[in-house]
């Protein structure tokens, strides 16, 4: 199973800024082994992100997106204890939820 | 002819400080990449994961590792870390954090040491190793170094980490001292910190375990050694080896008052 995010939620004024860590190998799909042989790609294809259960962004991730990645993105609204959600799915059918409070 | 003298001298400065000038703006380039990525350092992944790793019930005995004593007393991890390697009674060796942490894992968990240490980098018992050793490293973050010297022992692994870090040797004939006994050297845009003396807050042995973007692994001090003696075309040392534990000691007491920023980030 895939290893958790690490979210941060951090309201200011009428604007919650989010940033996400995830942990995935992110695999292009471009690289090659030590014996020659293309290894395959494996990488994030959907991620969303929900505030109290309402959907709040959603994109596309091909394999151009780091080892690892970081992303971070401000929703409207949004106050101190509020829920933010962000999943995401590979294109080998893992996904990941994870949940964090707003501060 | 003083006149003359004096254009020389100032010529000799303006050679000097060119080459000066262009290597700053590249490295405040640097700097800024560095803080650009300091925000959503993946080594939080690590060290999240090393923080369940030490509550978590694991091994043959089925035990975490909270009785772990890492130099201040079974579980006391805070400021442990700015103070490793050091002497432990129990088992009669001077030890760094990761041979430390071998220790606890075999007595504690019954995990075998040689599945770390015949291990690859990054992969099992090894990879879990390292994610220990970045939570407890970050849970001294911004504390100074202050290695113990007090016994024997410790202090015989200093001179023989000193000693290790000037000997020449591999095809290159190269010594750690090569690249690391002098101020002001770099490698490609990598400044690398004189370690013969003290590089200050956040350098050098203060630095890591560091993760690094441009492969993506997160590095312990362990790894960051075996790397240097690779680049030098020396054979690698075995892991957690003394050898590895007296440079350690010799990086350690040399970087005394300096800060800790573990985890690190690096390019």
Partial sequence: ??????????ASGDKTTVRVL????????????????????????????????????????????????????VIKGGKAGDKV???????????RTDEATVS | MQARALCLAALGVLAASTPALAQKT???????????????????LYEMKGAELWTKKRGPKGASLEKCD???GPGVVKGAFVELPRYFADTGKVQDLESRLLTCMSTLQGIDPKEVIDGKWGKGERANVTALATWIGSESKGMPFNLPQSNAKERVMYEVGKRLFFMRGGS??????????????????????????????????AAWPAYRVSNGQMWSMQHRLNDCYRQQRFPEPGYASDATVALGVYLGVNAKGSKSIVPAIKR
């Fill in chain 1, 1 to 10: 199973m895939a290893d958790p995010m690490r979210i941060r939620a951090q």
């Fill in chain 1, 22 to 73: 995830m942990a995935h190998e992110m695999e292009s799909g471009q690289r090659k082994d030590s014996s020659g042989k293309l290894i395959p790609a494996w990488h994030i294809t959907d991620v969303t992100a929900s505030l109290n259960g309402k959907q709040v962004f959603s994109c596309e991730w091909g394999p151009a997106v780091s080892k690892n990645p970081f992303l971070q993105f």
């Fill in chain 1, 85 to 95: 959600s962000v999943s995401w799915k590979d294109n080998k059918g893992d996904s």
């Fill in chain 2, 26 to 44: 590249s490295t405040q380039a640097i700097e800024e990449y560095r803080e650009m990525l300091q925000d959503g350092n993946p080594a939080d």
């Fill in chain 2, 70 to 72: 890492l130099g201040k």
């Fill in chain 2, 172 to 205: 290159h004939d190269f010594s750690c001292a090569s690249c690391h006994g002098e101020d002001g050297k770099r490698i490609r845009l990598q400044d690398l910190p004189r370690l013969s003396g003290n590089p200050g807050d956040g350098v050098g042995f």
